[in-house]
């Protein structure tokens, strides 16, 4: 099951370039369910505590992310997993990443 995040309240930058997907028994790009090719990239992401980085894979390859840039996450979400070997962890899936629109801020 994914369980949807809330990226409101976070600051979402561009940690790292995207980078395909790659099944590491066959070498092959991964794709979803619906067949389309896998990508993940590198995400910093601040709150109210310390940064975390985030590896997010999209359906798509993000375009237009430059390093340090401010990321709009469309559909962010994180699921569980548990391996063949039995190992467990977590990964994390957004619909898109594109750039920030900007705010307007002062300047």
């Known amino acids: 099951?994914?369980?949807?995040?809330?990226?409101?309240?976070?600051?979402?930058l561009c940690g790292g370039p995207p980078q395909p997907v790659v099944d590491r028994e066959t070498g092959e790009h991964r794709t979803d369910r619906e067949g389309r090719p896998l990508y993940r990239t590198d995400l910093v992401v601040l709150g109210s505590g310390r940064p975390e980085l985030l590896g997010v894979r999209t359906p798509k390859e993000p375009k237009g992310i430059a390093l340090g840039a401010q990321v709009?996450?469309?559909g962010l979400s994180v699921s569980t997993f548990t391996a063949r070997d039995g190992g467990t962890g977590v990964f994390y899936e957004a619909a898109s990443l594109e750039p920030a629109k900007a705010t307007g801020g002062v300047a």
């Open 1 to 12: 099951m994914a369980l949807p995040l809330d990226v409101t309240k976070l600051t979402v």
């Open 72 to 74: 709009a996450a469309s």
